[in-house]
C-alpha cells in the first residue's frame, strides 16, 4: 500500500427523499396515501393559508377524505414558544403527521413542533448538534421560498425568546420524510423575499464550500448552486415571475441546501442567528449583509477554497497575489448585490455599541462557528462587528 | 406568470446516508450501537471471509459483545436460491439486522435476502419496479468494489436460475440504512476487478446521464462520475495501490450510484442483465464489453446529451458533425479501455446464434430499458446483437 496520506477526511451524508419539479405540490395526497397517515396537522403562516398553494393542498386532503387541522401563527423569525404551540396543538388535536407549508421560518417551527411531540422537556434543551433521541412523527415538507432549504437540512433555527438569540438546533432527526419542492409555488413570492432568500441560498453554498466539515460531495453541491445563483440571480430580478427563471433558482436553493445541510456553515451563520435574533431581522437579509465582510475576515484561513469559487464563476487568478483575489471575490458579490437592488448593509440595522457584547457572546456559541475556516474570539467577532456597523 | 414551459421533468431523488473516507469502516460498530442491534448477519462471500475487512468487522462486533452469524456463500452472480437460503438462515438464526460486506453481487444478494425475510412468496414476485410492501431488517453496507453501487442504489439484481437471466428488483426498500464506503477496501481488491468494477461505475454513469430518468441532480452526479473514472482510471491500471486514486475511484463509483439509483439506466444494463444471466459472466465485464456498441446504436435518439459527456471531457464539438462526434466518444472509451489494458470484446464471450433470441427476449423486458433514449423492437435487439458476436 502506497504511503499517500489520505486525500478527503471522513464525511456523512444524508438527505431525505425529495420530488423535485413544476406541478410536484400535487403529490401531497401520493405521500398521505403510501405513508397511510389519516389526519395531518398543516403549519403555515397566516398569509399563505389564503395563497392558492395551501387551498391546493386542502384540496389534495379533502379529495381522498383525508381530515386536517391546521396551525397558521407561525411568524418570520419562529419563536420558542411558537414551537411548544404547534407541539401541544399537533398532540391535543390527535394528529399522526406534519405537512409543513411555508419558507424556513414555518418549515423550522413545524420541524420542532414535531420533535417536541415526541421528545420531553423545552425546545431550548435541544440547542447544538445530536440532541435529539426521538425521531418526530412524519413530517412531509411544501418550501415556498428558495433559500432556507429547511425541507432537506438537518437543521432547525428558533428564537430563544428570553435571550433573544436564534438557536441552532442540528440532528438527522430533523430531516423530513418527503420533502415537495415545486418552483411553481415561487410566483406568488414578492420579488424581496425572492431575492432575500436566494441570498441566503447563496450564503449557505459559500459557507458550506468554506467549512472544515466539507466534503467532495458536499464541494460539487455548493460550486454548482453558487454558479447557478450568480447566473440565474439578475435575471430573475429583471423578470421575476419567468417560470425557467425560478425553476434555476429552486435547484440552486435545493443544492445549496444538500451543502449546508451535511458540511455545516460558518461565520456568517454565526453571527446572522444572534444578531437576526437580537433584533428579530429577516435570516436572508442578515447573511446578505454580512457574506462579503465574512469573506474579508475568512479570506486568509480558506485562500485556496475561495479561490476556487472565483475560479469557478469564471475568473482568471493565475497571475494575482492574495489581496487582489480576495478583492475579486468580494467584488463579485457586491456587483451581484447591485445588479439584483440589493443595497442594505449592516448600518442600516442600527446596532448600538451596546449590543455588541451580547450578540458575539451568541455568536461565539452558535454551533456554525464550529465549521468556520477559523474559530474566531469573542473580542474578534466583537471588533468585527464594530468594524461594520 | 410566464407562458415558458419548464425546463426540468418532476423528478424524485432518494439515497441513504453514507460515510464515506479511508478508515469509516471502523464505524461499523458505531451504528450497530446507534441502532440498536443485537444480533447481526454478516453476508459475504468465502474469499472476503478470509480478508483483513470481514474480520476487521468481526472483531469490532466483539469488542462490543454482539453476537452475529455468518453467511459467506454468494456466488459472483447470486442466484435466486441464495436469496431464499440467506432469507432462511436470517429468520432461523433470529437474526435482527444485516451487515453486507462485498462486491455487488454479496449486497445484492444480503438486501434481496433481508426482502424476503419481511415478504411473501419468492424473490422472483418482486421482479420489476416497486413491487415490494415490507421493509427489510436495518441493513449496513460495506462496499468493497468501486463499481456496483449496491450499497447506495434502490436495485438489487438477482438470477433467475430457470430462464438463466439476471432480475432487476428496484425499489425504494432496498436502499440500505447506512452505507460505510470505505476507500481503503480497494486495496485488497485485485487489479483485473478493479477494472471491471470501474468499468460498471462508468456505465452507470453514461447510461443515468442518457436515460429518459435523468435530472439536474442525476446529470451531476453523472458527469461528475464520468471525468473522474477517465482521470483516474489510467493511473489506477499503472499504480493500482496508490491510495489517492483508490479514493478518487470510490468516489467516482458512489456518484455514479447516486446518480444511476434515481435516474435508471438503459440498454447496456439490460443486455448485460439478460447476457450475463443465461452466461454467467461477471456484470462489470459485460457492461464495459456492450458500452461503446450501445452509443453507437443510441446516438442518434441522444446526440445532445452524448456530446456534453464528450464536452465535459474536454472535446471542442463544435465544428463536427454527428458522426464524427459520435466517433469522437466511442473513440474515447476505446481509448480508455486499451489505456487500462482492457480488451475483451463480445466475440470472447462466445454467444451462439441460437442464443440470441433468448438474450434478446429478457433484455427487451427488462425494467432498465424503459429509459433508454429509445425503446428497441425485439427485432432491433436481436440484430445488435447478431452484429457484435
Redesign the interface.
Known amino acids: 500500500?502506497?504511503k499517500?496520506e489520505?486525500?478527503?477526511?471522513?464525511?456523512?451524508?444524508?438527505?431525505p427523499?425529495?420530488?423535485?419539479?413544476?406541478?410536484?405540490i400535487d403529490?401531497v395526497k401520493r405521500y398521505i396515501k403510501n405513508f397511510s397517515l389519516t389526519h395531518p396537522m398543516v403549519v403555515t403562516d397566516s398569509g399563505l393559508l389564503s395563497a392558492s398553494w395551501a387551498k391546493n393542498i386542502f384540496k389534495q386532503l379533502e379529495g381522498i377524505d383525508i381530515r386536517y387541522s391546521i396551525y397558521d401563527k407561525v411568524s418570520e423569525n419562529p419563536k420558542d414558544y411558537e414551537v411548544e404551540e404547534i407541539s401541544k396543538v399537533i398532540i391535543n388535536c390527535n394528529c399522526d403527521s406534519i405537512i409543513a407549508i411555508g419558507g424556513g421560518s414555518v418549515i423550522d417551527a413545524a420541524k420542532a413542533g414535531g420533535i417536541m411531540c415526541a421528545n420531553p422537556g423545552s425546545i431550548r434543551d435541544y440547542e447544538g448538534i445530536d440532541k435529539i433521541v426521538h425521531p418526530m412523527p412524519p413530517i412531509i415538507c411544501v418550501p415556498t421560498t428558495c433559500g432556507s432549504s429547511a425541507d432537506v437540512s438537518q437543521f432547525a433555527i428558533i428564537t430563544n425568546t428570553d435571550e433573544r438569540y436564534k438557536m441552532a438546533i442540528v440532528s438527522?432527526s430533523l430531516l423530513p420524510d418527503i420533502s415537495i419542492i415545486d418552483?411553481k409555488t415561487l410566483?406568488t413570492l414578492p420579488k424581496e423575499l425572492l431575492i432575500a432568500t436566494s441570498l441566503d441560498a447563496l450564503t449557505h453554498a459559500f459557507e458550506s464550500y468554506v467549512s472544515l466539515g466539507s466534503?467532495?460531495?458536499t464541494d460539487?453541491?455548493a460550486l454548482?448552486a453558487i454558479r447557478l445563483i450568480f447566473e440565474t440571480l439578475p435575471k430573475v430580478a429583471k423578470?421575476p415571475?419567468?417560470?425557467?427563471y425560478l425553476?434555476?433558482l429552486m435547484?440552486a436553493s435545493?443544492?445549496a441546501g444538500m451543502a449546508f445541510s451535511n458540511a455545516s456553515l460558518g461565520m456568517v451563520h454565526a453571527i446572522a442567528h444572534s444578531m437576526g435574533g437580537y433584533k428579530d431581522i429577516r435570516h436572508g437579509t442578515c447573511n446578505a449583509i454580512l457574506l462579503d465582510s465574512v469573506i474579508d475576515f475568512n479570506y486568509v484561513y480558506a485562500a485556496y477554497r475561495y479561490d476556487k469559487i472565483s475560479e469557478s464563476l469564471g475568473y482568471v487568478l493565475e497571475d494575482l497575489n492574495e489581496i487582489d483575489r480576495k478583492k475579486i471575490l468580494i467584488e463579485s458579490i457586491m456587483n451581484l448585490k447591485n445588479k439584483i437592488g440589493f443595497n442594505i448593509t449592516l448600518k442600516d440595522l442600527q446596532i448600538k455599541e451596546s449590543e455588541i457584547d451580547i450578540i458575539a457572546k451568541h455568536a461565539v456559541n452558535d454551533p456554525c462557528m464550529l465549521t468556520n475556516p477559523v474559530m474566531p474570539t469573542f473580542e474578534e467577532v466583537k471588533e468585527f462587528i464594530a468594524r461594520n456597523i
Not at 427523499?17 to 410536484?24: L, Q, V
Not at 415571475?241 to 425557467?244: V, Y
Open positions: 500500500m502506497s499517500n489520505s486525500m478527503y477526511k471522513i464525511s456523512k451524508f444524508a438527505a427523499e425529495f420530488i423535485f419539479g413544476i406541478d410536484s403529490y438527522k418552483p410566483t466534503s467532495p460531495i460539487m453541491f454548482k423578470d415571475k419567468n417560470i425557467n425553476e434555476d435547484l435545493l443544492m
